[in-house]
């Protein structure tokens, strides 16, 4: 397979700029053709993004024989039903997080990449950037000693100023997202944490809607002990006074701590003995590092960047934290 040739399902926001472009300037990929029910926005996307085809039905897009790779961009609900309209049909698979609304749709997706063969990659893409890359490497070396506690703090207004405006809000529409703010934002955090630290031995946690106004839960803790003893204390709250928002990470270790934001680009390590602040720049284009990986997996020249039975162990920790 010397060039991956791409069709995206599901041309909406997220693709704009934080992964469609990559798909072109990434070496041995290419961007074939994009869908979007609404034909109008499927065909000015392509025109501004220079895509030779455009289609308003996903039937249409993966009957394509000029395409080998699919890449997933639709709200969650939709996630297993295309992806297994695509493995069915031989295509590699690329699809956004959260992967599935639930445990239960996730296994189901694994299981059907099983039975396959195809391969399949989660858009966990921060285990990409090089500024999470730097926190795995001070965790590696022990920077700040051995890893105790990690603390994580997610509060938000109502509104957050970490989701993109959309046209409608799918995000707090359970049947649509799985849940609400948390179930968007938050796996990118549970996932570096399972990159970080590996497997999980226990999980639990509990959610409510505290200020109703919207149909999803706005407030969801948890707790995570991981199998290396390591142990992640999560607050995730979507209904602060705008004051009060806040978005860190402390990693808490024997001989310091290290801390940042998921959503920024700082990392500050502190000892007894030295203080340092780094500021990393993301790239224009945020997933095409990871977007890079996948390429090279789908070619057979690399591993898998994020596999679909890890999506489903993420998955399994939403649910312990959300369903009651």
Request: charged share 25%; hydrophobic share 40%; with cysteine.
């Amino acid at each position: 397979m010397n060039t991956i040739k791409w069709g995206i399902i599901g041309c909406g926001n997220v693709t704009e700029k934080k992964s469609g472009p990559a798909f072109k300037k990434v070496a041995g990929s290419d961007l074939i053709a994009v869908m979007r029910r609404d034909a109008e926005k499927a065909a000015d996307y392509a025109a501004r993004h220079g895509v030779a085809k455009w289609y308003n039905n996903a039937n249409a897009l993966l009957d394509d024989e000029g395409l080998n790779a699919i890449y997933i961009a639709t709200p969650p609900s939709s996630h297993l039903e295309y992806a297994l309209q695509a493995l069915k049909k031989g295509f590699n698979v690329y699809v956004e997080k959260p992967v599935t609304r639930n445990s239960a749709e996730a296994r189901a997706m694994a299981n059907a990449v099983k039975e396959s063969g195809q391969k399949l990659t989660v858009a966990h893409y921060r285990r990409a950037l090089p500024m999470f890359l730097k926190i795995k490497e001070l965790i590696d070396i022990k920077k700040v000693g051995e890893i105790r506690t990690v603390q994580i703090r997610m509060w938000q207004a109502r509104k957050p100023k970490l989701v993109a405006d959309v046209e409608t809000n799918w995000r707090v529409l359970p049947e649509l997202s799985g849940g609400g703010y948390f179930h968007d934002l938050a796996p990118h955090q549970l996932d570096l944490m399972l990159y970080y630290f590996g497997e999980p031995e226990k999980y639990h946690g509990f959610s409510l809607n505290q200020a109703g106004s919207t149909p999803a839960d706005d407030h969801v803790c948890g707790q995570i002990l991981f199998k290396n003893k390591v142990v992640v204390n999560g607050s995730w709250c979507f209904n602060v006074a705008e004051s009060e928002t806040t978005d860190t990470c402390e990693i808490i270790g024997t001989e310091g701590k290290i801390t940042f934001p998921f959503f920024g680009n700082y990392i500050t390590w502190k000892t007894e003995t030295e203080e340092e602040t780094i500021t990393i720049t993301h790239p224009e284009h945020i997933q095409q590092p990871f977007i890079t990986k996948i390429v090279a997996y789908f070619k057979g020249e690399g591993p898998n960047p994020c596999t679909i039975e890890e999506a489903v162990t993420l998955m399994e920790i939403i649910d312990a934290f959300t369903i009651k």
